[in-house]
């Protein structure tokens, strides 16, 4: 397990994306009323009616966040012109239609993006120059916002606090950029028990995207050739509807689920993997993320450590013959725990 770093650094998302980074009081705009007044955050998606609680989640007009620097947040797109902060849902609001015209000169916006850059829509001139600050899954990101972390599971550990209102802090505020790191205290006592109890089934698959920039249903298709697996989903069989109660007894009554991701991204590492992790199955790891820096050792399966799916499902019916073998790959649970979600210990968004 390596650390978890804040890197402040210029992203480029994509090749016609380019963000701009932040730093020091370089954004202040040489007014001292910013420091005086309720900095007004507006979150943008294709229409205001639409997920309107995205990113904070919470099912009121205005959401105050907690920063020395007083802050509202509202989804009302005709409160544009006196917000400060805008952020922007990636993937909703990223088209030129839903942009709006022009950008005020004390404005910040914000890219919020989750997916890779692959599904990031194609941004033209002058929108592509007017951000700010990204909060993104990888690390060179102005706000790090991961899907998921493990954490010791004893004593104080060091949890990097980048966070919206952090940021807002450094900019709006009068602190510097060495905002100090939290200690957090974590006490969870393990208890072993046999993993291989209560799952018949071998390997499980759920996928909606069938054809991928990264070729998974390719691997995938061979795979399966070597050794049974349950797809479900709409590139799969029709075992369980979405949200069905049948869907937690097949995620309980698997050895093995196949965390394909749909992209090779540097440190894209998604739900599927951390939720897993948390629910007691082993995950099949193939990605771009830094899985050995990130996720407990034998915590997982790399398919990039056999040279052929057929080696793979040979190891996987040799697991599935040796429960001892198999709960090897839950030990780390002993020193570990493993959190996904938009909540993170130490490590709230705003």
């Not at 770093?5 to 380019?18: G, K, M, T």
């Not at 980048?162 to 900019?171: E, F």
């Not at 510097?176 to 072993?192: A, C, G, L, V």
Request: charged share 20%; proline share 7%.
């Amino acid at each position: 397990m390596g650390p978890v770093h804040n890197v402040n650094a210029s992203v480029q998302l994509s090749s016609n994306v380019h963000v701009r980074s932040f730093g020091g009081n370089q954004m202040h705009d040489g007014n001292p009323a910013f420091h005086k007044r309720t900095i007004r955050i507006l979150t943008w998606t294709y229409k205001s009616s639409r997920r309107p609680y995205w990113f904070h989640g919470r099912p009121t007009g205005l959401a105050h966040c907690n920063t020395p620097i007083p802050c509202v947040f509202s989804n009302n797109h005709s409160l544009y012109n006196v917000s400060d902060v805008i952020i922007f849902h990636t993937r909703l609001a990223l088209k030129n239609t839903a942009l709006p015209p022009y950008r005020l000169p004390h404005q910040h916006w914000i890219t919020y993006l989750r997916e890779t850059p692959v599904k990031l829509p194609k941004i033209k001139q002058p929108h592509n120059t007017w951000f700010n600050w990204t909060i993104a899954y990888t690390m060179h990101a102005d706000i790090f916002r991961p899907y998921g972390m493990c954490l010791p599971t004893r004593g104080k550990v060091k949890v990097d606090p980048s966070s919206l209102t952090d940021t807002i802090q450094r900019v709006f505020g009068n602190a510097t950029n060495s905002i100090p790191w939290e200690n957090i205290k974590i006490e969870y006592q393990y208890t072993p028990i046999n993993h291989a109890n209560g799952k018949p089934r071998k390997v499980l698959w759920a996928v909606n995207n069938c054809r991928t920039v990264s070729r998974r249903e390719t691997y995938v298709k061979e795979l399966k050739r070597h050794i049974e697996i349950d797809i479900i989903g709409k590139c799969g069989d029709d075992l369980c509807e979405k949200n069905a109660p049948c869907i937690n007894e097949l995620f309980g009554n698997h050895k093995f689920y196949l965390a394909f991701e749909n992209a090779f991204c540097v440190d894209y590492i998604t739900e599927k993997v951390w939720l897993r992790l948390q629910e007691g199955i082993v995950p099949i790891v193939l990605g771009g993320g830094d899985y050995k820096s990130d996720l407990p050792v034998h915590s997982y399966i790399d398919v990039r450590d056999f040279s052929s799916p057929k080696a793979l499902a040979s190891y996987l019916h040799k697991l599935d013959n040796d429960d001892n073998s198999y709960n090897e790959y839950f030990a780390w649970k002993q020193n570990y725990t493993c959190h996904s979600g938009p909540e993170l210990p130490g490590k709230t968004l705003l």
